[in-house]
């Protein structure tokens, strides 16, 4: 009996322990709040200040880093004809086919993009064998920069960087995996643009994932119009254009 009571005594001094604490931490922050001027006078009111709070920092639009300043003289001493507003004009393009096709979970919407076309048909085969369903809805682009720039083996690459916002929803069959149907996502994407400039220190092809549409295959020469295995049409990749070779969000 002792022991018993001496347990009870316990548990009962822990939970007028936490008693007491909640009450002390809830007229520390209502005294705090109303020094900064807010006027919260309940829990309920904190727990509505606090949602409104998140949802303010969900809804507002990204910042993006970028060295726009330090990187176009590069760029532009490289290729003189380079406009970086064209290149913003292709970035938001792209993405939007891209949406669409992962929407649509149809590939042939990136046809035009051999650089990302096999990756973008992986993602979608791989929606359908999981039963993934994706939508996007208005999309507004808000923001553009180029966020780096390099040369390497006979490959000029242009990375630029977008704020963005859409409503977005994402299902697996009927359950709701993400929900930005009440406010939209804001996010970032880097964009990535290539320029081969030097197609003799570029190598093989396959060093830029290139395959043939129809039956996988690689393409081993740049510029080949036709596939070697299967003689199917393949969207060559312009040498002297910048392609859009990856995107990613972050």
């Known amino acids: ?35 900064l001027g807010i006027p919260i006078h309940t829990i309920k009111e904190f727990k509505q200040e606090m949602i409104r709070s998140r949802e303010e920092d969900q ?23 380079f406009n970086e507003q064209e290149l913003y004009a292709k970035t938001e393009e792209g993405l939007r ?10 590939s042939k919407l990136v046809r035009e993009y051999p650089l990302i076309r096999d990756s973008i048909s992986k993602v979608i085969d791989d929606y359908k064998n999981s039963n993934f369903k994706e939508k996007y809805d208005d999309i507004i682009f808000h923001k553009f920069a180029i966020y ?16 963005l916002e859409y409503y977005y929803e994402k299902r697996k069959g009927e359950k709701i995996l993400q929900d930005f149907t009440k406010y939209k996502k804001q996010t970032r994407y880097q964009v990535k643009f290539i320029y081969i400039y030097d197609e003799s220190k570029v190598g093989a092809a396959k060093s830029l994932a290139i395959n043939c ?15 070697n295995y299967c003689g199917s049409a393949v969207k060559e990749v312009n040498l ?8 990613q969000e972050n």
């Open 59 to 81: 809804t507002r639009i990204k910042s993006i880093s970028g060295m726009t300043s330090l990187m176009l003289p590069r760029i532009r001493e490289d290729f003189p004809e």
């Open 1 to 35: 009996m002792r022991f018993l009571a001496i347990l009870l005594g316990t548990i009962l001094g822990i939970v007028l322990f936490l008693e007491i604490a909640c009450l002390f931490l809830y007229f520390y922050f209502k005294k705090k709040f109303r020094e």
């Open 148 to 163: 780096a720039y390099e040369k390497k083996e006979g490959i000029a690459t242009v990375t630029v960087s977008v704020a």
């Open 97 to 106: 086919k891209v949406f669409s096709a992962l929407e649509e979970q149809d």
């Open 240 to 247: 002297k254009a910048w392609e859009l070779s990856s995107y």
């Open 213 to 227: 549409p129809n039956c996988g295959a690689p393409i081993t020469v740049l510029g080949h119009k036709y596939c």
